[in-house]
């Protein structure tokens, strides 16, 4: 499967966005579909997962309450809203798909990665 993010921009601190991850073929929803950021000098790090169906999610706690993950297999789309963004969530954001039916909160267990998107918020 191919992925393809979008969505990132500059917003100030309390802003909002949402970023958008587009999947190629017809197997999108046989993945789990997960969202991952990285700042600079900074390891890759989990924001936010959903499983296959979409009934379940999982978000890293640095993310919980401001970030929503959400996907729509007719449209081989997942999104990631971020509401109350703070400048330490600037970094460029991927979104990743795990062919397992759980999710993971680890970088090296999903197969296909997006090619980022970058977010940028100001204080």
């Known amino acids: 499967v191919q992925l393809q993010a979008s969505g990132g921009g500059l917003v100030q601190a309390g802003g909002s966005l949402r970023l958008s991850c587009a999947a190629s073929?017809?197997?999108?929803?046989?993945?789990?579909m997960g969202w991952f950021r990285q700042a600079p000098g900074k390891e890759r790090e989990f924001v936010a997962a959903?499983?296959?169906?979409?009934?379940?999610?999982n978000y890293a706690e640095s993310v919980k309450g401001r970030f929503t993950i959400s996907r729509d297999n007719a449209k081989n789309t997942v999104y990631l809203q971020m509401n109350n963004l703070k400048p330490d969530d600037t970094a460029i954001y991927y979104c990743?798909?795990?062919?397992?039916?759980?999710?993971?909160?680890?970088?090296?267990?999903?197969?296909?990665w997006g090619q980022g998107t970058l977010v940028t918020v100001s204080s």
């Open positions: 073929g017809r197997t999108f929803s046989s993945y789990v």
């Open positions: 959903v499983t296959r169906s979409g009934s379940s999610s």
């Open positions: 990743a798909a795990r062919g397992r039916v759980y999710y993971s909160t680890t970088p090296s267990e999903y197969q296909y």
